[in-house]
């Protein structure tokens, strides 16, 4: 029963924990997808300098039975979501949500998978839970409109919820809104973080300040329960007077947001902003375009596109991971984008010999760009030493439809991972969840292939 004293915060808390998404094939299909691409993701950002930096610092050696995902080391399970939620977005591979204007399952599955360690569920039901937590997370995004990221906020951290967490324990309205509300209070991230260590820490904190919060309220631990409705509340304070707070439940699961708009599953180890320039560059290479042909290249973006796009000339290959620039020269020169152009290592002089003629501008006269993919679009213009010029146009944002390859890439063909996708595919029961975890257990350094 929605409470009258906060309204909007006890309708969204009902729509939570009420949900039941196990009867749309069309969203478990698209979770057991992403679930697989995250994998993906986080095994391979296991083995990460800074994982393991973040691993041992916060105490991985802590005792408990929560997976550190590729690696046959187990912990506490509120280390475990941080460190696994960091994991997966490391290495600026995993997926990415319009609505949320982040990354949403790098913040939901580590906590899932953590809980895993304190109750037996389903697979079945993680699932479920998993898909009720994006769209919370999505709601939340719609409802905070456009000004919360390009005010400097990371939104992959700041909207991240207990949701998933009170949906799979059932818990009641009022525990529900206060877990919210408690998630709320921690939220932080801020975007001048990207290019540094600190950008994927921000997912772990939210997947950790998701389960300690559905954990604190579960035990009696008191917090505001009015998150959203309150006058200095969550709108009041992050969306900088462009909220729009019905978002929050309107439509809610009809269709469900991991069907549309969609999860955009990476096709590239980068910045989601630089992905439609890495389509063309590489699109160019096929063409025979050569680079000492070009004179200088423009990149003309709707306001806003670029934003997350903070670096110009990278020093390294984590700053490049945000640099347009970059990211075209690399997939015009070497045809494709792999994760060792994006690593510690200074960049090459043979690809920033092409990104420093590379600059950008905005078109003024097109929409600003929003949750609506419509809105996005980058245009290529190149003027070549010869006087000509091309021209070359994308919409939206290319993507994977199924991250097989992506999978094997990322995990070096380890043979000790070989058989996740097929079980994540097929999985329902608890014992099949129980399997997933042990798989997932193993170190992925070892027994490569």
């Known amino acids: ?28 299909d698209a979770a057991r997808t992403a679930i697989i691409d995250f994998l993906a993701c986080a095994i391979a950002g296991a083995g990460d300098r800074t ?65 895993a360690a304190e109750r037996e569920f389903s697979a079945d039901a993680l699932i479920a839970s998993y898909i009720v937590g994006l769209e919370a997370m999505a709601r939340l995004g719609l409802s905070l409109g456009s000004k919360h990221y390009e005010n400097g906020f990371h939104a992959t951290a700041t909207i991240g919820t207990a949701a998933a967490i009170a949906h799979l324990t059932r818990a009641s309205i009022d525990e529900t809104a206060v877990a919210l509300g408690l998630a709320a209070t921690q939220s932080s991230g801020l975007r001048l973080q990207f290019g540094t260590d600190a950008k994927p820490f921000h997912a772990g904190m939210a997947a950790r300040s998701g389960l300690l919060s559905a954990r604190m309220a579960a035990a009696g631990f008191g917090g505001a329960p009015d998150f959203l409705d309150n ?17 929050v439940t309107e439509n809610w699961g009809s269709p469900w947001q991991i069907v549309t708009p969609g999860l955009t599953l990476k096709a590239y180890p980068c910045c989601t902003a630089s992905h439609p320039v890495a389509s063309l560059g590489i699109g160019l290479n096929r ?47 070497d045809g494709a984008l792999r994760l060792d152009h994006f690593d510690e290592r200074p960049v090459l002089p043979r690809l920033m010999d092409l990104a420093r003629r590379a600059g950008r501008r905005h078109d003024e006269t097109a929409p600003r760009m929003s949750s609506d993919p419509r809105t996005r679009f980058v245009i290529v213009d190149i003027v070549l030493r ?13 993507g994977l439809s199924d991250p097989a390859e992506k999978f094997r890439d990322a995990t070096a063909r380890n043979p000790a991972f070989a058989d996740v996708p097929s079980l994540v595919r097929t999985m329902s029961s608890t014992a099949d969840l129980r399997q997933l975890l042990a798989l997932l257990n193993q170190d992925a350094a070892q027994n490569p292939e």
């Open 231 to 247: 006058p200095v509340g969550f709108h009041s304070v992050y969306a900088f007077g462009a909220e729009r707070p019905s978002a």
């Open 51 to 115: 994982t393991g930096i973040l691993a041992d610092t916060v105490g991985a050696n802590l005792a408990g039975e929560a997976i550190l995902l590729g690696s046959s080391r187990r912990t506490d399970p509120l280390v475990a979501a941080l460190v696994n939620g960091h994991a997966g977005h490391v290495l600026d591979y995993d997926d990415v949500h319009a609505s949320v204007r982040g990354h949403p399952t790098t913040v939901i599955i580590p906590a899932l998978l953590a809980f």
């Open 386 to 398: 010869d006087g000509s010029a091309i021209q070359r146009r994308f919409d939206g944002l290319p």
């Open 1 to 28: 029963m929605t409470s009258t004293f906060a309204p909007l915060t006890s309708a969204f808390a009902q729509a939570i924990i009420s949900s039941d998404p196990s009867k749309d094939p069309v969203a478990l």
């Open 287 to 333: 063409e025979g375009l050569e680079a000492d042909a070009i004179e200088h290249i423009t990149f003309t973006y709707p306001p806003g596109a670029d934003a997350a796009l903070v670096v110009s000339k990278p020093d390294n290959g984590i700053e490049a991971r945000f640099s347009p620039e970059y990211v075209f020269a690399a997939a015009l020169i």
